[in-house]
Nanobody, 124 residues
């Protein structure tokens, strides 16, 4: 069964860092596109960062570009989202998602398997 589980969220001060983990089971993560998404209160779920299942190309949403880094560890079958220089606007529930089909986009509708979400709160 394809399953992903996020962890690593928490409370951090503006300018701080967090690393989110996405542990995959039931499939080889490297064969799937992986996406990180977030949903803030009152806002729609949006793509944050995605990595392809083919050549490892990445996508970053404009608000996080230069601050966040998506990666995957093949041996651990785990993907990560390193979040640096966090801002209050980054506060949201963050979701990891996986899909066997690569996409040029990073949209929720492109991903079929979702984690439960992990809360990230950026506040002083």
């Amino acid at each position: 069964q394809v399953q992903v589980v996020e962890s690593g969220g928490g409370l951090v001060q503006p300018g701080g860092s967090l690393r989110l983990s996405c542990a995959a089971s039931g499939f080889t993560l490297n064969d799937y596109a992986i996406g990180w998404f977030r949903q803030a209160p009152g806002k729609e779920r949006e793509g944050v960062s995605c990595i392809s299942s083919s050549d490892g190309s990445t996508y970053y949403a404009a608000p996080v570009k230069g601050r966040f880094t998506i990666s995957r560890d093949n041996a651990k079958n785990t993907a990560y989202l390193q979040m640096n220089s966090l801002k209050p606007e980054d506060t949201a529930v963050y979701y990891c998602a996986a899909d066997p089909y690569s996409s040029s986009y990073c949209r929720p509708k492109d991903f079929g398997s979702w984690g439960q979400g992990t809360q990230v709160t950026v506040s002083s």
